[in-house]
């Protein structure tokens, strides 16, 4: 590998957006072995798209995952003076985003009286099943708020997922583990999120911006309710 550049998780907290983590991954090609057409290659013939993908790094003993997804492209380049071959790749959610994936969730009666994230029963689940999503790939809060009446009929799942964290006024993403990830409105208010995760120092937060503004606070919220039978 000669780079590697990956980025996942929300735009922003306060967002019900639920942005594709994206990876690109530059590699030594001098021998063809990333070239999908090449039939000499050791990897020859699984050079393809859709194959799953894991970056880890090794630091101090410690093998950490950084970022899970899948394959989308090659991109081998065709001066042999580069020899070299760019891996596009996305996160799970770019197949919740796929425009040929519609979904009509859930399959039967329109769900209601249970909470967004609930095992089985709650319409995350219902999204996900009908997008063939892995149910041992999932980590799910409860959500805070009973479902009154939802279904959704021809929609792109991800399009789904974004009504729901609208509704419940919460995030989805997708986890370096690979993992779609789902926390509730109240979970940040939780667990390890009440105590400081980590110490920096000045070489630490070097080349690291923060902003701290009036632009995220909320003093007044006005929601209109629309009874569906």
């Known amino acids: 590998i000669d780079r590697a550049e990956w980025e996942r998780?929300?735009?922003n907290p306060d967002s019900d957006r639920t942005p594709v983590g994206t990876a690109q991954i530059v590699v030594r090609n001098a021998t063809g072995a990333f070239s999908p057409e090449n039939t000499a290659s050791a990897y020859y013939p699984n050079v393809l798209p859709r194959r799953p993908i894991r970056l880890r790094c090794l630091r101090d003993g410690v093998l950490s995952t950084l970022w899970t997804g899948y394959i989308?492209?090659?991109l081998p380049h065709p001066d042999q003076?580069?020899?070299n071959c760019y891996i596009l790749c996305e996160d799970g959610m770019g197949g919740l985003a796929n425009p040929g994936s519609l979904i009509n969730a859930p399959s039967g009666a329109p769900i209601n009286g249970v909470r967004v994230g609930a095992a089985?029963?709650?319409p995350l689940d219902a999204v996900l099943d009908q997008a063939g999503f892995s149910a041992s790939a999932r980590v799910l809060d409860q959500g805070v708020d009973n479902v009154a009446y939802?279904?959704?009929t021809g929609v792109v799942p991800r399009t789904a997922i974004e009504e729901l964290m609208q509704m419940e006024q919460s995030m989805a993403f997708i986890s370096r583990d690979g993992n779609f990830t789902y926390e509730d409105r109240h979970h940040r208010l939780r667990g390890a999120h009440l105590t400081s995760q980590a110490t920096f120092d000045d070489d630490d937060l070097t080349g690291?911006?923060?902003?701290?503004?009036?632009?995220s606070i909320i003093n007044e919220v006005t929601v209109t309710g629309v009874e569906r039978t």
Do not use: H, I, L, N
């Open 72 to 74: 989308v492209k090659y």
């Open 150 to 152: 939802w279904s959704v």
């Open 81 to 83: 003076s580069r020899q």
């Open 9 to 11: 998780g929300t735009e």
């Open 120 to 122: 089985s029963t709650g």
């Open 208 to 215: 690291v911006d923060y902003e701290f503004s009036d632009e």
